[in-house]
């Protein structure tokens, strides 16, 4: 019998590129003022962070990320029936968090690419890919607190919970490296404190700096963690079998940095012959002085038992289960109809994206 094709609904008619587009638009001249304000060499490092220049200080048109977390905090301040720029000052103070992140998870994981450019510690050194990131997430702060309202404080509050959050997934994920074993609890933990604590900050904060009482900012947050849990899980996806020439990483990223993603630890957790092997690949490969020198072939195989044990269909699976919580979130509470059918075409571009 042949699939019936779901109905399409208005959310299907919504732009997401022109959503994304416009959340960059506006928040980058703000990112851009608030990265001036740092002493030299941080802002021009920072610069180059961001795309903005090459090593040598030349304009340069970097791919400065999907700015899906700019976007949604400037879809929250429509909840309220706030302008857009309401949200402006939260999309900015979002994006330094994320940013000061990766430019520690960069180091941390001894991450060389991203986007396509060596990362800062790579360009520059060590020392600058650190203080940036202190820099960034102080500013983050900085920016929300100079806006002098009870809003404002509020939105703060969230941020620093949720960049609390996120530095505890990052310890969670170094942790886990050095372990034979992790739960699908735990890693699911792990992710929803790295990723899912940030981008449901993010549906919150323009809400909240448009008014919002504390039962719709908390429901636009549950929303924007189960959208940052299905957003990672397709990102564990794209770390494995993602294709180099758009991720701008390494062929088997994850596998390289003995990652417990998703697609790994469901594998593990499965049972039978091929998580039973991939199990013990996994625990020589832990103690092997050779890891870094193993062979594209070794670790296709490592991929390829992965796949047979049913790790990366559970993993497409619960991106789609967590899509489905986030947009279920979006009915106990109101917000015009149009704006509505920008959170759920979001969602649906989170889970369906190639990088």
Not at 247 to 264: A, F, I, N
Not at 331 to 346: C, G, N, W, Y
Request: aromatic letters at 6%; glycine letters at 8%; proline letters at 4%.
């Amino acid at each position: 019998m042949p699939t019936v094709p779901p109905a399409a609904t208005a959310a299907d008619a919504v732009d997401v590129t022109a959503l994304l587009e416009r959340g960059r638009t506006l928040a980058t001249p703000v990112l851009r003022a608030a990265i001036e304000r740092l002493a030299p060499p941080m802002n021009t490092v920072a610069a180059y962070h961001f795309g903005w220049i090459d090593t040598h200080g030349n304009p340069a048109a970097g791919d400065g990320g999907k700015a899906v977390r700019p976007a949604l905090a400037v879809m929250s301040a429509e909840v309220t029936g706030a302008a857009p720029e309401v949200g402006i000052p939260g999309a900015v103070a979002v994006e330094l968090v994320h940013n000061f992140s990766l430019l520690h998870d960069d180091l941390m994981d001894g991450d060389e690419q991203r986007r396509h450019r060596d990362t800062v510690w790579k360009a520059y050194d060590p020392a600058q890919a650190i203080l940036v990131g202190d820099a960034l997430m102080v500013l983050a702060n900085e920016i929300l607190l100079e806006l002098g309202t009870a809003e404002a404080a509020r939105a703060t509050r969230r941020v620093t919970t949720a960049t609390r959050a996120l530095i505890d997934g990052q310890a969670q994920d170094i942790s886990y490296e050095h372990r034979e074993r992790v739960t699908v609890e735990e890693c699911l933990e792990m992710e929803g404190n790295k990723t899912g604590a940030l981008l449901a900050c993010a549906c919150s904060i323009g809400a909240v700096l448009g008014g919002a009482d504390d039962h719709t900012a908390d429901t636009l947050e549950k929303y924007g963690y189960h959208l940052g849990l299905a957003f990672q899980a397709v990102d564990d996806l794209l770390g494995i079998w993602g294709d180099p020439v758009s991720t701008g990483k390494q062929t088997w990223s994850d596998l390289r940095q003995r990652k417990k993603s998703l697609p790994v630890v469901a594998a593990l957790a499965a049972g039978g012959p091929a998580s039973e092997q991939l199990g013990e690949l996994l625990a020589a490969d832990a103690k092997s002085s050779d890891f870094e020198n193993f062979s594209e072939g070794e670790f296709a195989a490592r991929a390829a038992l992965i796949e047979e044990a049913g790790g990366r269909e559970w993993t497409a699976e619960e991106a789609r289960r967590q899509h489905a919580v986030a947009i279920e979130a979006l009915d106990s509470i109101r917000m015009p109809e149009h704006v509505r059918d920008q959170f759920t075409a979001l969602a649906d571009f989170v889970v369906v994206r190639k990088r």
